[in-house]
């Protein structure tokens, strides 16, 4: 069955400390791959996304990811939280094909909590 | 530029009383239109999503209904609410380039 797994539901993490959020999946071959956060009582702000090529990915507010599909994994790294990182996160995997486009799998999301 | 307009934003309904949630999007034609549910604590679930103009596609048997009666605008609906519709409901949109971008959301309280 596919999934996403985050394994992590809540992460503390100190201003300025690096953070890394995981995201396992399990799909019958490479999803499209993708990371969400939101604010609370927000809808969903897209951070980044992997399709293909570079399995390293730049996303918005210093955020990159890397797909690793040895480990069916696609982690979320930051190098220096920022107070204003404080929200939920979610990762999405989306099957190929323009039959699929929108039809996302999410995982059950991680709340980060930054301390000062 | 595309944006995606939700409303209301914020909704308390009595249990047996009907649901309107509408969402539209400009800035773009065709696209593909998703409603989906974030239920508390939990992750978002893919409810109904439409490729064109009264095309839609239930995901889960639930409550719920969807319309979409223009290209832009799509509508959920219930005739008669339940206690376990509450939650976040979230509009998407969607291009040929996979991507899909979401509205502000709707937050009901059903009671």
């Known amino acids: 069955a596919q999934s996403v797994t985050q394994p992590d539901i809540h992460i503390t993490v100190s201003e300025g400390a690096s953070l890394e959020l995981r995201c396992n999946y399990s799909y019958g071959a490479t999803p499209y791959l993708f990371w969400y956060v939101q604010s609370p009582g927000q809808g969903l702000q897209l951070l980044l996304k992997?399709?293909?090529?570079?399995?390293l990915v730049q996303g918005i507010k210093g955020f990159e990811a890397e797909f690793k599909r040895s480990q069916s994994s696609f982690n979320l790294r930051k190098p220096s939280v920022h107070w204003s990182d404080a929200a939920e996160y979610f990762c999405?995997?989306?099957?190929?094909?323009?039959?699929?486009?929108?039809?996302?799998?999410f995982g059950q999301g991680t709340t980060l909590q930054v301390k000062p | 530029s595309q944006t995606i307009h939700q409303w209301p934003a914020t909704l308390v309904q009595p249990v047996g009383s009907p649901l309107s949630l509408e969402c539209t999007v400009e800035?773009?034609?065709?696209?593909?239109l998703y409603w989906y549910r974030q239920a508390a604590g939990r992750g978002l679930q893919l409810l109904f999503y439409s490729v064109g103009i009264g095309q839609i596609s239930s995901e889960v048997p639930q409550n719920l209904s969807a319309s979409r009666p223009q290209d832009r605008q799509f509508i959920l609906s219930s005739k008669k609410l339940l206690l376990s519709d509450s939650g976040f409901y979230l509009c998407a949109w969607a291009t040929s380039g996979n991507t899909i971008y979401f509205g502000e959301g709707s937050w009901l309280t059903v009671v």
């Open positions: 800035g773009t034609s065709n696209p593909n």
């Open positions: 992997y399709f293909s090529g570079d399995t």
């Open positions: 999405a995997v989306g099957a190929r094909g323009s039959g699929n486009t929108g039809k996302l799998i």
